[in-house]
């Protein structure tokens, strides 16, 4: 498993285990959006939890809602921040 997917993989427990989600974690795209229409149905209580948990985990602390809205829109999205914190 490269380094990605398992960061990847790290990132899709957090959101079924930290937000209590009923999806299994293949039901989770790595594109798929986390909140909006046709998405995995994420509000903004879940977008805190999920800030908080991302913090804990990785160290990425994300303070700023513009920059929150850009991170938080898919595993992707969360993979790359957490990369390039960690590049820093």
Known sequence: MSESSALHEEIKEILID???????MDEIGDETPLMGPDSLGLDSV???QLVVAIEKKFG???????AAK??????KTIA???RESKST
């Open 60 to 66: 990425l602390k994300i303070s700023d809602p513009e």
């Open 70 to 75: 850009g991170i938080l829109r898919s595993v």
């Open 18 to 24: 930290d937000l209590m989600l009923d999806v299994e």
């Open 46 to 48: 879940d977008a805190l």
């Open 80 to 82: 790359d921040a957490v």
